[in-house]
């Protein structure tokens, strides 16, 4: 690496930490918790925290549920992509993942529309930097009514090519059928991105980090399978399975054929993530795997010297937190016990 490609990611490296050291804190997450309004949710994160630039529109009107985490969303999706911009800024390649990772997420928000009376909204939360990137089109997408016409929304990108198989009858069309296939596709792609631009150390830490996001999301479509359907056969075809794992296909297939989630996790445990799973939290899945992920993205963002590490470590809390303030602001509208909403907030 030359002297200058060095002090460019350093640079990244820094950014990343700097960014995460406006993160709400422990006391601020019980101050929001033991508010009583949406009103006192907005001022609270007006007047202490850096949500202060994506709650003040609120303010002068009646402050809703959905509005308010509307506006957050939007402010740290606009975070992530100026980190983004500026890692493309100093000449490195892995922005292309983060507005990759925008793309399924507007797909499957469309998708999760057709055959409803709504309109998808998710790109009205998505910043201009992503449009200038994306090959989508959000409005044929986000008015899709059947799946015609989001295929056909799809016709110029390169998400068509992957979406054929749903054509002429060649497989049945579902939303876990398409994650199945969107996720395939897309993390073939962060595999290639990265091992044509990173090697050695740089590129295993990367791929290790990028590996257990995807891991995790398998964890949890097998867990919810298994409890929830225990007497059907588990294949790759009906969980969220991507190929893009630190798993082999022998060890998924001995999680897929697990008897229980018990026996499940206990396979789990013993893999490279099983540190960092606490046992307390293994009845609620989702709340398992964030605090996992948090964890391990926390330890990379201090300890990790790539700076791309630190970039996606960053992201990861940063969308952990956007996810512990959607369950606060939920938690405060219906007007349950702080106690009971800080169960489900992930430090």
Do not use: W
């Not at 640079?11 to 006192?40: G, P, Q, V, W």
């Not at 499957?108 to 529309?113: D, E, G, I």
């Not at 709504?118 to 008015?143: H, I, M, N, W």
Request: glycine share 4%; proline share 2%; aromatic share 12%.
């Amino acid at each position: 690496m030359s002297k200058i490609s060095a002090l460019a990611s350093n640079a990244l490296l820094t950014k990343s930490r700097a960014m995460n050291s406006y993160a709400l804190t422990s006391e601020d997450y019980h101050s929001l918790a033991n508010c009583r309004s949406l009103n006192e949710v907005a001022g609270y994160l007006k007047s202490n925290t850096v949500y202060e630039q994506a709650v003040d529109v609120l303010f002068g009107s009646d402050i809703y549920r959905s509005r308010l985490e509307a506006e957050i969303i939007k402010f740290n999706n606009t975070r992530i992509a100026q980190l983004a911009s500026f890692e493309k800024a100093i000449g490195q390649k892995l922005h292309e993942i983060v507005y990759l990772d925008y793309d399924i997420a507007l797909i499957l928000n469309s998708a999760n529309h057709l055959d409803t009376n709504e309109v998808g909204d998710y790109s009205r939360l998505t910043p201009r930097a992503y449009f200038r990137f994306s090959q989508l089109k959000p409005d044929a997408l986000e008015t899709a009514t059947s799946f015609e016409e989001f295929y056909e929304a799809l016709s110029d990108t390169q998400y068509k090519k992957p979406l054929d198989i749903f054509v002429a009858g060649k497989q049945e069309f579902s939303i876990t059928a398409l994650e199945n296939v969107l996720y395939k596709y897309i993390y073939g792609k962060i595999k290639e991105i990265v091992k044509k631009n990173y090697s050695g150390e740089e590129q295993r830490e990367i791929l290790e980090l990028l590996e257990a996001k995807a891991d995790f999301i398998m964890l949890e479509s097998i867990y919810r399978m298994k409890r929830f359907f225990p007497n059907e056969a588990l294949t790759l075809n009906n969980i969220s399975y991507s190929g893009f794992s630190a798993f082999t296909l022998a060890q998924i297939e001995q999680m897929l054929s697990a008897k229980s989630t018990q026996e499940l996790f206990a396979l789990f445990k013993k893999s490279r993530y099983g540190s960092y799973f606490d046992e307390k939290l293994y009845s609620q899945i989702e709340l398992c795997t964030r605090h996992a992920f948090q964890k391990m993205n926390k330890k990379s963002l201090r300890f990790s010297t790539v700076p791309e590490v630190t970039m996606f470590s960053f992201i990861g809390i940063l969308e952990n937190e956007t996810q512990n303030l959607i369950h606060i602001i939920e938690g405060v509208r219906y007007g349950i016990e702080p106690e009971e909403i800080m169960n489900f907030v992930i430090i």
